[in-house]
């Protein structure tokens, strides 16, 4: 490669990344749902030409990491022409799993530009206020012009159908989930295409917020490609091309310096998520770290084959859980891009939990199996740099979701959210409380924004006092987060860390499992942390949410 200016280096990296984080400012501003709006649970990211992701906003590590097989997918599937959109989230072609939608757009030059303009002067006009017709079919593949970039986001949709409210319950396939799509145009030549749209928003709860959040993800797409317009306009296409490839073989030198750090040797480690909600058996994540120089291979080899329930991890899932992992070695204000994952391998066997294979079901693979593959890569690699890992956090992300008929309205709402908790400590600092830790990256849903978009009212939300662990750093203790329902409601909840606590490190002591109740009628009822339950008026769910472990003996 040829040699690069440091300075022009780092004004690329922030221009690459300030356009995904606008891209992420677009999405949150004009989103509908306030999972999204709120909550924040949306990723954006940048990609040249050749679907290399180049940069990502500073959103959620589970979207991130496992991005690129999403736009992988689409690239192989759709011939994306100027103004198309590929919407997908099928987990077995490049998804995470169903509520979590991609959309992927190329950022096309002038040629593109008059190409889009030409296919929408020749589309006909719709029939009716109603009816929208798609545009005149595509060139040949061999006339469309190459793209200069792609930009693609991905948002966490409240409801994609199935059988519960939310689309987090308990199904045993993938079929029981939600809507599965694979990747398909939603855009032709800057048109939405009606047909796909309707068939979509026929299939899922709440279909005008859903509309509301697919266009706020296209608009979101357009400021990525405006802005990525601009830096060619002033700089010119071939040096943009140039500083892309530059940052992806600096975050892979970056990379392998961080991986030659470590102690060579071969670091393994086992942790297990509760059971998967069908059965009561505990459910094994093995690993077995070997580093070699500047190279890493990560094997989960011995893990548990896949399961009846709804915990388990596409492979996607899991290579952007060991990205994060060793990202967070690296340290400082490293780039986001493709390069990260070139010094490291990773082996997950097919029809395991964390590289499941169709049907299986897996919405809590992305929310629940992501945070116990970080906690056992941590453990593993505590033994080669105890001083830079710290114990475990809370291990879990537990996701509820309640949804029925607002009687204020007369339509249906879907109520998501994730729900915060303990931090473990590390070697010089206890872990901070009530904070989203290591795959997720998002916030609470405001008590007044709640209240307002739902039949639903907070009656308490308040830090779990004493349940991180003890040691000469202790742990971030957990939250407290009961809702009550003004209207009958079918509430699920999938979760985890309840029997197995969030490990300690070096003498620390566990931090204190999760704890979830129904209160009806003023009595209460411990529920299990995976399962759907019908609610009355005034029924209660209270959640109570693992601390983080503590690091090191106290007094030593």
Known sequence: ??????????????????????????????AFSPNIKERRDYSCAVFDSGGRVIAQGDHMPVHLGSMPMAVDAAL??????????????????????????????????????????????????????????????????????????FVANRAHHADIGGATPGSMGLATDVYGEGLRIPPIR???????????????????????????????????????????LEIVARRGVAEAREYAGHLIAYSARL????????????????DWLDNDGISEEKVPIRVRIAIDGSRAVVDFGGSAQQVAGAINAV??????????????????????SAGLMEPIEV???????????????????????????????????????PDRIPAASQGTM?????????????????????????MGARANHDGMSAVHTHMTNSLNTPAEALEYAYPLRVREYSIRTDSGGSGKRRGGDGVVREIETLAPARMSLLADRRKHAPYGLSGGEEGAPGRDTIIHQGSSHQIAAKGSWQLKPGDRVRIETPGGGGYGRQGT
């Open 347 to 385: 082996i997950a066997p097919a029809g395991t939990v964390v590289n499941a294979v169709h049907p299986a079901s897996v919405a809590g693979g992305n929310v629940e199996t992501s945070q116990r593959i970080v906690d056992v890569l941590f453990k593993a690699l505590a033994q080669a740099v």
């Open 186 to 228: 939603l855009v032709r030549a800057g048109e939405i295409v009606e047909d796909v749209m309707h068939l979509i928003l026929a299939n899922v709860r709440g279909h005008a917020e859903r509309r509301g959040d697919f266009q706020a993800q296209i608009g979101s797409l357009k400021t990525g490609e405006s802005r990525l």
């Open 1 to 30: 490669m040829k040699k690069f200016d440091p300075t022009t280096l780092e004004i690329y990296r922030a221009l690459y990344t300030s356009v995904a984080e606008e891209m992420g400012i677009a999405l949150r501003r004009t």
């Open 398 to 422: 537990n996701n509820l979701t309640m949804g029925g008929i607002d009687p204020r309205t007369g339509r249906e709402f879907s109520y998501y959210e994730t729900v915060a908790g303990g």
């Open 255 to 270: 990379m392998r310096h961080a991986v030659e750090q470590i102690p060579d040797g071969t670091y393994e480690a086992e």
């Open 76 to 149: 192989s599937e759709v011939n994306i022409a100027p103004g198309d959109v590929v919407a997908l989230n099928d987990p077995f072609a490049g998804g995470t799993h169903l509520p979590d939608v991609t959309l992927v757009m190329g950022v096309f030059g002038r040629d593109g530009e008059k190409r889009r303009r030409g296919d929408a002067a020749r589309k006909q006009p719709p029939p009716s206020s109603r009816l929208r017709v798609s545009p005149s079919p595509r060139l040949p593949i061999s006339a469309s012009p190459r793209p200069m970039f």
């Open 315 to 336: 492979e996607a899932i899991t290579v952007s859980a060991v990205s994060y992992v060793f990202r967070c070695l690296i340290g400082g204000d490293v780039p986001a």
